[in-house]
């Protein structure tokens, strides 16, 4: 029969418990990820999926080779700062500041040297941003789908939809400088296919009620909702909105459109969120955000939902039909 002394037997013990603390404190720590959103948990299969696709293109894969830490403000921007700030004490390796140059600003204040890649709706040079796309320089890169430029294009299709409309609204969030800025250069843009507009600003759902409220009480014939993190959240409202009140109303995102909006023009959300991805896998290993350019939208989508166009009684030109990327019956 072994024999094994106690004191021998409490050492062995103890050896084997060190081990596999000795073994896991040699495993390599997972860098850790801050993924920064004006959006909201909710919002996540729409967007992540596609930024997890880009992380994996780039050789990284969550739970794996990568930890993400997540904060979601929710429409909220107001809270931003503070997500930020906390993500830095975390610490993070870096911050992916995902849809909405608030959540990029919030990032940018909080940090000059951790690493950010954005993912915005607007011009990133104008808030402060970057100072030049092609060269960056300092911590930020990302990817704009930027919608602005499109603005007469979105008006013109409005006027197929609606030819009696004289007015139509503009929908801005006083609280985004990009949607701001949007709604300054809509009207200018308004003047050169004949229309004249009135801007509606929200930056709650319940300042969206009062917007649609005005619009009722202005007679207002179409409306134009600018590219903006809370109109994106609060797209089934939006298209509910706009049904129940009979106004044709035009949108930055696609996925406002397969929510029940009318119309959609605008670049690819889920193809800039894979190149955030990209991005965040390529400074993960190494590179730096000031040597990487800005990647800016190279293909516009246009989609239609007929089903919405009937239920308005609007008669969709076949013109337009004919170049719509895609309709929704």
Do not use: C
């Not at 921007?77 to 919030?106: E, F, W």
């Amino acid at each position: 029969m072994l024999h094994v002394r106690r004191r021998d037997f409490i050492t062995l013990l103890g050896g084997l418990t060190a081990w596999p603390l000795a073994a896991r404190a040699q495993q390599p720590t997972m860098p850790v990820v801050g993924f920064l959103s004006s959006l909201t948990p909710g919002d996540g299969p729409l967007i992540l999926a596609a930024f997890h696709r880009g992380l994996n293109e780039a050789g990284y894969l969550e739970g794996r080779n990568v930890a993400i830490e997540y904060r979601w403000a929710e429409g909220h921007y107001d809270r931003l700062p503070a997500m930020a700030a906390d993500l830095v004490r975390r610490p993070v390796v870096m911050i992916a500041a995902i849809s909405g140059t608030p959540s990029a600003l919030a990032a940018k204040a909080a940090t000059a040297d951790i690493p950010i890649v954005f993912a915005i709706g607007g011009d990133p040079v104008t808030p402060g941003l970057v100072s030049n796309l092609n060269r960056p320089g300092g911590n930020l890169t990302g990817v704009t789908f930027f919608t602005a430029p499109l603005s007469t294009k979105r008006l013109e299709m409005v006027r197929e939809l609606a030819p009696k409309a004289t007015t139509v609204g503009v929908l801005v969030n006083p609280n985004n400088p990009p949607s701001v800025l949007e709604g300054k250069d809509v009207p200018v843009a308004a003047q050169t296919v004949g229309l004249r507009t009135s801007v509606l600003n929200a930056s709650t759902a319940g300042q969206i009620d009062d917007a649609f409220a005005a619009i009722v009480g202005q007679r207002i014939g179409g409306l134009y909702v600018s590219a903006d993190p809370l109109f994106f959240n609060q797209r089934a409202k939006l298209a509910t909105l706009a049904a129940r009140h009979a106004v044709p109303a035009i949108y930055a995102d696609r996925e406002i459109a397969e929510a029940g909006g009318l119309i959609s023009y605008g670049a690819s959300r889920s193809d800039a969120y894979r190149q955030a991805g990209v991005y965040t896998g390529r400074i993960l290993k190494g590179e730096k955000p000031g040597d990487l350019p800005v990647v800016l939208p190279t293909r516009f989508e246009l989609v239609i939902n007929l089903k919405t166009a009937k239920a308005l009684g609007l008669e969709v030109p076949p013109t337009l039909l004919a170049r719509a990327d895609e309709v929704i019956e």
